[in-house]
């Protein structure tokens, strides 16, 4: 009884494996690491990242207050888009996690926005991508590192207030 759908659906899930197997090897996906010059670079930024990552895991581990959680969840949207391969600007609407909640904590106005502000950062981008070729896909690496620098920044000054 159960495999009575097999035959009307197919066996999508052994295809859908291999098609999530198969994503890196998509010729039309950015590597954002693979945008460093170097092997050097590119592991010192896969490795600041694992670090950045278990630094807000350490902390919202100890202490899980809403402000902790909220920022490990959107340093773990960060970290995968530096880290794995992304076949689409589309994927950066995910850094609307992080922005959310970094405007959520944001110490002042000013700081809000310029995070609302940066929301719009990707028509720069796209716009410098038709002078600076290069900037269209940069955007894999650059909007992530300013919602990442956000996130500090935000960290930071609700460290200095208290």
């Known amino acids: 009884m159960a495999l009575l759908p097999v035959p ?4 999508w899930p052994v295809t859908w494996i291999r098609a999530v197997l198969n994503y890196g090897q998509n010729p039309f996906a950015t590597w954002p690491p693979g ?12 490795a600041a990242m694992v670090v950045w990552l278990g ?10 207050t809403p402000f902790r959680q909220a920022f490990f969840v959107s340093a773990v949207v960060i970290f995968w888009l530096m880290l794995m391969p ?3 600007s ?10 959310l909640a970094t405007m959520r904590y944001a110490p ?3 700081w809000k926005a310029a995070i609302a502000a940066s929301l719009l950062s990707p ?7 038709k002078v600076f070729p290069p900037f269209d896909t940069l955007i894999f690496l650059l909007l992530p590192l300013q919602f990442l620098l956000f996130m500090e920044g935000v960290a930071f000054a609700r460290q200095r207030r208290r």
């Open 8 to 11: 009307f659906l197919g066996l």
């Open 35 to 46: 945008l460093l010059p170097g092997l050097g670079w590119r592991l010192a930024l896969a």
């Open 55 to 64: 630094r807000h895991a350490l902390r919202c581990w100890r202490t899980p």
């Open 86 to 88: 992304q076949t689409g």
């Open 90 to 99: 589309y994927t950066l609407t995910l850094l609307l996690i992080p922005a």
């Open 108 to 110: 002042s106005r000013r």
């Open 123 to 129: 028509w720069l981008y796209f716009g410098l991508g």
